[in-house]
């Protein structure tokens, strides 16, 4: 099971990033740097961006964009400095929008304990191709971009569109 974690930071660079040895994926990965001047001395990393990283909303990453990246947290990852990640899901941080990226179970709890997921007939329920799920979302890998949430423990919200990972 993915153990999604995420890093967030200000885009310091986007370059090219080579897989193959002959080059033939040129250009399809992008390495993306972000640091995280709040976290301290650790707040440096890298991401790995392949033609499967899902970017929500499909926005345009640049230079001194705000982000955050999910990844595996389960998933090996090169002994280097700074840490480099493969990137599942890239989202740019806007202050109208709430996204959370985790494994949410029968009850729609997510797997840290903090959100709890009540659905409604408004609630876009899609693929990342953007085509409608029509399943049960218990037990599944999400996306979900809401607003505003409860206060109680965990926090409740009814969002507005829930991404499924298949």
């Known amino acids: ?38 976290k301290g001395s650790n707040s440096f990393i890298h991401f790995v961006v392949s033609p499967t990283t899902y970017f929500v909303d499909h926005i345009i990453v640049s230079e ?42 029968q009850n729609l709890l997510s797997s840290d304990g903090r959100l709890k997921l009540n659905l409604s007939s408004f609630t876009q329920r899609l693929l990342t191709n953007g085509q409608p799920f029509t399943k049960n979302l218990a037990n599944r890998n999400l996306i979900v971009l809401y607003g505003p949430v409860t206060k109680s423990i965990p926090a409740q919200t009814t969002p507005y569109k829930i991404i499924v990972l298949c």
């Open 1 to 38: 099971m993915i153990k999604f974690l995420s890093f967030s930071g200000y885009v310091t660079e986007i370059s090219d990033f080579m897989v193959t040895l002959n080059g033939e994926d040129s250009g399809c990965y992008k390495l993306i740097s972000v640091n995280n001047v709040n």
């Open 64 to 105: 001194g964009d705000w982000i955050t990246g999910y990844y595996d947290g389960n998933a090996p990852v090169p002994l280097i400095y700074p840490p480099q990640y493969q990137a599942l899901v890239v989202v740019k941080e806007s202050p109208y929008q709430n996204v959370k990226v985790d494994h949410f179970d």
